[in-house]
């Protein structure tokens, strides 16, 4: 189990002077400059120069340590301490966070996007930060442990939706229609091609017929480990490939809902 690399301490220390430097250029960039449209450059809130170097380094502490945090189960907990309700997750999804560092990197990256804007906010516009009370690092991972029951929430129905059935490539349905055989077979060595090769010998086993249990049996895995392996592999390899219409779905098949869902949007 990898241990999370140590936070410099004089970077800690310099992290008071980078929302001063923040606060006297501004935390956004503004340019007294319209362009044809009569839009200012900073209208959108781009941050400055100096508000993204402390960004940047906000980022850089709560990343690690939000992971770690996630692996050993200790969000809920510190939570709890803080008075706020967390989602209830099943043993499979705890177990698919605390096991696959693709889950954490998710959660952690989307913890952070959503707490940063505001935390910079209150803490360079309006100055809410009482550095006797809390170094500015336990600030903001507090923050970002704010928003960890919304993200978990989005994870979820995001995790359920990508598989829901777990009818995973339209296998079960090739192998139960035989009309479908060679309307698929194509789609079926599409997918097999793209897949890593760790996913490969899983989608063989599917393909036969296998359970995920059996699978993971004979794979000697955890069944949460091949889910989240097919997760990874549907979120990160077949909806880009159906997005982009490279990889056409069977008709009713639950990708592609994202495939229409594309082609609407373009029109």
């Excluded at 004089?10 to 449209?37: T, W």
């Excluded at 952690?108 to 707490?115: F, L, P, S, Y």
């Excluded at 090739?174 to 060595?189: A, F, G, K, M, P």
Aim: glycine content about 6%; some cysteine.
């Amino acid at each position: 189990m990898s241990k999370q690399r140590r936070y410099p301490e004089a970077r800690v220390e310099a992290l008071p002077n980078m929302v001063v430097a923040a606060r006297q250029a501004g935390l956004y960039r503004c340019s007294g400059r319209p362009d044809e449209s009569g839009h200012r450059e900073g209208d959108g809130k781009s941050l400055s120069s100096a508000g993204k170097v402390l960004a940047a380094e906000l980022w850089t502490y709560a990343y690690p340590a939000l992971k770690v945090m996630l692996r050993d189960c200790l969000v809920v907990p510190q939570l709890r301490r803080l008075g706020v309700p967390t989602p209830v997750l099943t043993a499979e999804q705890i177990e698919a966070i605390t096991q696959t560092d693709g889950h954490r990197h998710d959660l952690a990256g989307a913890m952070i996007v959503r707490a940063l804007p505001r935390f910079l906010e209150r803490v360079v516009v309006e100055n809410k930060w009482d550095q006797v009370r809390s170094a500015l690092t336990t600030h903001f991972v507090n923050a970002c442990l704010l928003a960890y029951p919304d993200v978990v929430k989005q994870w979820i129905k995001e995790r359920y939706q990508l598989t829901s059935g777990f009818d995973e490539l339209g296998l079960v349905a090739v192998r139960q229609d035989t009309e479908l055989v060679i309307e698929n077979r194509e789609l079926v060595r599409a997918v097999v091609l793209r897949a890593p090769e760790r996913i490969r010998p899983i989608l063989t086993w599917l393909w036969l017929g296998y359970t995920v249990t059996e699978v993971a049996e004979k794979l000697k895995l955890n069944p949460s480990t091949i889910r989240s392996r097919l997760f990874e592999f549907r979120k990160g390899t077949l909806l880009p490939l159906v997005r982009s219409g490279q990889l056409i779905p069977p008709h009713g098949h639950v990708l592609q809902s994202s495939r229409l869902a594309v082609e609407a949007g373009a029109r």
